[in-house]
């Protein structure tokens, strides 16, 4: 199939995008490898394609582009800009990007807790860099969005697999 100058220039503004995606991380984040690195890998060795900070990597970019399915964020992501441009984060020899399969199976061996360590940094830094200041109520109380656990929840969790509250994890993030 014939590449037109339309779709030559899409290619071309997704990739200054994703480029701009870096340099917001590099800025927000400097540690951002070293926080990926820190959760356990629970593969085995012998098996492993793709790091576990590129895994964590294409699975946080696919929420920021708010992607409706793994097989999408493989479909766009998978070129050589993309691909071109995460060598600068990674500083290795990735020659595609993880499958949705991939990222997937990992994340349903990963530990939970672990990714909300990563979270939970991600937002001590954002806070300690006073990236929320200018959302403040009052100068004084920063803006919380929480699920809507509170349309049907319980304190303690009844039926298996029902929502239950967790005001814990709230609570240590803003510690």
């Not at 917001?24 to 400097?30: L, S």
């Not at 399969?101 to 940094?121: A, G, K």
Request: with cysteine.
């Amino acid at each position: 199939m014939k590449k037109t100058r339309k779709s030559k220039r899409v290619a071309e503004k997704n990739y200054r995008a994703f480029k701009e995606f870096l340099k917001i991380i590099r800025h927000y984040f400097p540690n951002f490898n070293k926080l990926l690195s820190s959760v356990s890998d629970p593969r085995h060795q012998s098996y492993i394609t793709y790091s576990q900070e590129e895994i964590l990597f294409f699975r946080i970019l696919s929420y920021c582009c708010h992607f409706k399915s793994m097989r999408e964020m493989t479909r766009e992501l998978n070129n050589d800009h993309v691909i071109q441009t995460s060598r600068l984060l990674f500083g290795d020899e990735l020659d595609e990007v993880p499958h949705g399969d991939t990222i997937n199976n990992y994340l349903e061996e990963v530990s939970i807790d672990q990714l909300r360590h990563i979270l939970r940094e991600m937002l001590r830094e954002l806070m300690k860099k006073k990236f929320f200041d200018g959302f403040k109520i009052n100068n004084r109380y920063y803006h919380m969005i929480i699920d809507g656990v509170e349309i049907f929840s319980f304190k303690n969790q009844k039926i298996e697999g029902s929502i239950k509250k967790n005001m814990q994890m709230v609570q240590d993030i803003i510690r």
